[in-house]
Nanobody, 125 residues
Framework: QVQLVESGGGLVQPGGSLRLSCAVS????????IGWFRQAPGQERVGIAC????????HYPDSMKGRFTISRDNAKNTVYLEINSLKPEDTAVYYC??????????????????WGQGTQVTVST
């Protein structure tokens, strides 16, 4: 059974950092592209970062470059998203997802087929 389980969210002060985890089961993590997305209340889901299968190529929207880092630990079958210098506007539910149809990752959510349940990140004083 394919599962993606996000964790690591919580309440963080502005300027802080978080590392979100996406633990996968039912497949080998580096055999598929994995993406991170977020959705704030009343807003559309947007792509934050993605990592392609096998070769660790990663992509970020221009607006996210510098504060977000995606990485993968094949031994733990887990993908991570590190977020630095957190801002209140980073408050959202963060999701990871698997693309079963491509080898190179995409930041478009309709490219992904399997999704986790999400983890809430709240940036506030």
């Amino acid at each position: 059974q394919v599962q993606l389980v996000e964790s690591g969210g919580g309440l963080v002060q502005p300027g802080g950092s978080l590392r979100l985890s996406c633990a996968v089961s039912g497949f080998i993590v580096d055999h598929y592209p994995i993406g991170w997305f977020r959705q704030a209340p009343g807003q559309e889901r947007v792509g934050i970062a993605c990592i392609s299968m096998s070769d660790d190529r990663s992509h970020y929207p221009d607006s996210m470059k510098g504060r977000f880092t995606i990485s993968r630990d094949n031994a733990k079958n887990t993908v991570y998203l590190e977020i630095n210098s957190l801002k209140p506007e980073d408050t959202a539910v963060y999701y990871c997802a698997r693309d079963t149809r491509r080898s190179l990752c995409s930041l478009i959510d309709r490219s992904y087929d399997d999704w986790g349940q999400g983890t809430q990140v709240t940036v506030s004083t």
